[in-house]
């Protein structure tokens, strides 16, 4: 069945017991894991991973991990990211065979009308779909203010319209400031604080958000050299990648339709006075010249190998800096070439 963005919360806070299978999947895979999350928590249960390719191979290896028991007797969650079109047939077995131990989780990020598992899901009662968008406005402050409520932050429409904008509406990039600031007042669920601006300026939340930016636009704008230094000064160690790699994604969010924009004939001057309050004024300069830079098929090529890089970062071990920076470098050499 398909849930409703009214009724989601509620779905992974109070799980029902005969659901099966949970598909999040849409465009915001950040705010598909924080809703599997929430379900792992809710269920007290332990996360157990299973890839996709193995459920081609053997379609009812789902159905088996969902029905194993725990060696230590605890709850499990069989965990499929990234779910693809490989494990339709696992599914089909999953909601067939008998009713398991434990439920599945599928992050299958941005999915058809037309797609099998997406209809399998939304067409079973055991079964339950969410499609996740990225929260703008209003939602994006509600955002903010349920995930801080979690921390035990008390959090005010315009604190946490601040938040969400330097997170770009991030949900992954949002609990992570949070978490940081819940640690810096002291906060916790038991021992709920106010958050103010004052916490956000000492903590520096939007200044990390801005160095990821940076590191994308460089990327885009062709700056090889520039581009070069900014990456040899990030830690070897650290997990910046991934939030640089979203940063470079929600660049591609805005070039991509102003860009189809500019091949449909409007001038580029018009596009980026239309863009307005969507962009800071020190970066219109630079954003205008990636908008003349860039064609629509370029962005959209750079937005598949940014999707498959954020992948990439998150399930294998190659280390971060190296792989992050490839990508990247490879960006500025083409956008240099143009």
Do not use: C
Request: hydrophobic content about 45%; overall charge negative; charged content about 25%.
């Amino acid at each position: 069945m398909k849930a409703s963005k009214a009724s989601i919360g509620r779905a992974v806070d109070q799980p029902a017991p005969n659901i099966r299978l949970y598909l999040f999947h849409g465009p915001d895979e950040a705010q598909s894991r924080a809703l599997a999350t929430r379900l792992l928590e809710a269920l007290g249960a332990t996360k157990v991973m299973i890839a996709s390719a193995v459920v081609k191979s053997d379609p009812a290896a789902l159905a088996d991990e969902a029905a194993a028991m725990s060696l230590f007797g605890g709850k499990r969650v069989v965990w499929i990211e990234p779910a693809t079109k490989d494990i339709e047939e696992g599914v089909v077995a999953l909601l067939e065979g008998p009713a398991g131990e434990s439920p599945a989780v599928a992050i299958a990020g941005a999915l058809t009308k037309t797609s099998p598992l997406l209809k399998l899901a939304e067409s079973s009662a055991e079964a339950l779909a969410f499609a996740s968008y990225a929260p703008e406005g209003q939602d994006a402050e509600r955002m903010v203010i349920d995930v801080g409520r979690r921390f035990g932050l008390k959090i005010s429409p315009p604190v946490a319209a601040r938040l969400a904008d330097s997170s770009g509406n991030d949900q992954a990039i949002v609990a992570q400031e949070l978490q940081k600031l819940a640690l810096y007042v002291d906060a916790s669920p038991h021992s709920p604080k106010e958050l103010d601006h004052s916490a956000i300026d000492d903590v520096g939340a939007a200044s990390a958000e801005g160095d990821f930016q940076r590191l994308a636009d460089l990327a885009l704008s062709g700056d090889v050299n520039e581009l070069s230094d900014e990456l040899a000064r990030m830690p070897a160690g650290g997990s910046e990648a991934i939030p640089v790699v979203r940063s470079l994604q929600r660049r591609l969010l805005m070039l991509a339709p102003a860009r189809a924009r500019v091949e449909r004939g409007e001038r580029v001057d018009s596009v980026m006075t239309s863009l307005g309050r969507a962009l800071f004024w020190k970066d219109k300069t630079k954003v205008q010249r990636m908008l003349s830079k860039w064609s629509a098929e370029d962005l959209a090529t750079i937005a598949d190998r940014a999707g498959k890089l954020e992948r990439s970062l998150m399930f294998t071990p190659a280390p971060d800096r190296e792989t992050l920076g490839e990508e990247l470098l490879a960006i500025a050499r083409k956008a240099r070439s143009l």
